[in-house]
């Protein structure tokens, strides 16, 4: 393996998937997430809007794995999202997921 191709891989290695939660310009927060181990900025999904950054990292908590670190961006410099990183559009936040991203049948269909 080259030189190069080593330093890539160590750093892949240890590399988390991304995650940031940012402040807009009008006060709401919003959460950008990868979806997978390594996969940065580029791939993430937009959750959100959130009333706080709490509310965000809550959300986080309550809804996926650990990333690892996260990017914390409280300024509201920028507009709210129209779409995520990744082209996607913004999901709705605020509220939990809880299992549902199981895709499980509901209860009793297969009675």
């Known amino acids: 393996m080259r030189l190069a191709e080593q330093m890539i891989s160590k750093l892949s290695e240890s590399m988390s998937r991304y995650c940031g939660i940012w402040k807009a310009n009008n006060g709401r927060w919003y959460l950008d997430l990868a979806p997978n181990e390594y996969d940065g900025y580029d791939k993430a999904i937009t959750y959100g809007s959130f009333s706080s950054e709490e509310a965000a ?15 914390i ?6 507009p709210p999202p129209t779409k995520s990183p990744n082209g996607s559009p913004v999901q709705k936040g ?3 997921m809880g299992l549902n991203y199981l895709h499980l049948p509901p209860m009793g269909r297969y009675r």
């Open 73 to 78: 961006d409280d300024e509201g410099r920028h």
């Open 94 to 96: 605020g509220s939990s």
């Open 57 to 71: 990292e809550k959300y986080l908590e309550d809804n996926f794995s650990n990333p690892g670190s996260m990017d």
